[in-house]
């Protein structure tokens, strides 16, 4: 099993940067494709990046193309979302995620989560 662990969230202003980290424990994730997926108050969960098992290949959410950064250090166990540009639209609660194999977009193709972290932008 893996256990995954976010941080970094918390209060900004448009515009500002903030960078969440994913620390994951239990077991090697390096065979692992890893996710960021967001939640706004009710909406659905939605995709926002995700990173294949050694980094090469990334993959955005249109609304968050260009403006944040997925990446991984398999050797700290650790996936990273640099956010730039934030925008009030971006508040969610942001959830690292976890699956074997290859990136996929679809929440329902992660095995492991992590609880999540609060992201708030302010106008």
């Known amino acids: 099993q893996v256990q995954l662990a976010e941080s970094g969230g918390g209060l900004v202003q448009a515009g500002d940067s903030l960078r969440l980290s994913c620390a994951a424990s239990?077991?090697?994730?390096?065979?692992?494709?890893m996710g960021w997926f967001r939640q706004a108050p009710g909406k659905e969960r939605e995709f926002v990046a995700t990173?294949?098992?050694?980094?090469?290949?990334?993959y955005y959410a249109d609304s968050v193309k260009g403006r944040f950064t997925i990446s991984r250090d398999n050797a700290k166990r650790t996936v990273y979302l640099q956010m730039n540009s934030l925008k009030v639209e971006d508040t969610a609660v942001y959830y690292c995620a976890s699956r074997y194999g290859s990136p996929e977009t679809g929440a329902r193709a992660y095995d492991y989560w992590g609880q999540g972290t609060q992201v708030t932008v302010s106008s």
């Open positions: 990173i294949s098992r050694i980094g090469i290949s990334t």
């Open positions: 239990g077991r090697t994730i390096s065979n692992d494709a």
